[in-house]
């Protein structure tokens, strides 16, 4: 089973890669964004608790995420695997994940690292609400919240990937076409060791 976390930023393009490398590979997508907005939609009561959050661009508490993230996976028994899209987003959240796939066998194969500058973080995200309608995108101070905020307390879970020799960083600029070619380079290079 091959388990890829896709991480970056806001903004990254961690859902555009995500759904390209899920038919590349026969994976299935769990992002914790859409994960959240469809509790959220279906007024869930883990829903209710994260809207809380995610309106003031704070990090839902790892105990929500792990709740509503382990519910989606257990949708799938029969997975070749996931892109885990969004999670984790702390140390904690990386170590429950370990913990959780452990306990059925497996384990994260890569962390996958879009890498893209700040100034272009905002363009896009700004160009996405006015797109896809996503409120949490429209606001400029939102924005710049919720990269501070991953600057702070995600990014530093790269250091967890690192340590196990699972972290590889790919530039996240340029087209969509060119991103994808130098990700799955990467993962084939897992995949292959």
């Not at 939609?41 to 959050?53: D, H, S, Y």
């Not at 690292?113 to 400029?140: F, W, Y």
Request: aromatic share 6%; hydrophobic share 40%; with cysteine.
């Amino acid at each position: 089973m091959r388990n890829v976390v896709l991480f970056g930023p806001p903004g990254a393009g961690k859902g555009t890669q995500s759904e390209i490398l899920l038919q590349r590979y026969g994976l299935i997508h769990l992002s914790t964004g859409d994960i959240f907005r469809a509790n959220i939609k279906g007024q869930t009561e883990l829903g209710q608790q994260a809207k809380a959050f995610m309106d003031k661009g704070e990090l839902v508490p790892d105990s929500l995420t792990i709740s509503m993230l382990e519910s989606e996976v257990a949708k799938h028994p029969q997975a070749n695997g996931f892109i885990f899209d969004g999670f984790p987003r702390t140390s904690a959240q990386a170590d429950a994940l370990d913990a959780f796939l452990q306990g059925k066998g497996n384990a994260i194969t890569c962390m996958l690292a879009l890498e893209v500058n700040e100034d272009e973080l905002i363009k896009r995200l700004l160009n996405r609400a006015s797109t896809s309608g996503r409120a949490d995108d429209a606001d400029e101070s939102i924005v710049r919240n919720r990269i501070a905020v991953y600057n702070r307390e995600t990014a530093p879970v790269a250091d967890y990937y690192r340590s196990q020799n699972k972290y590889r960083g790919v530039q996240g600029v340029g087209s969509v076409e060119e991103i994808t070619t130098r990700l799955c380079a990467e993962l084939d290079a897992f995949i292959e060791a």
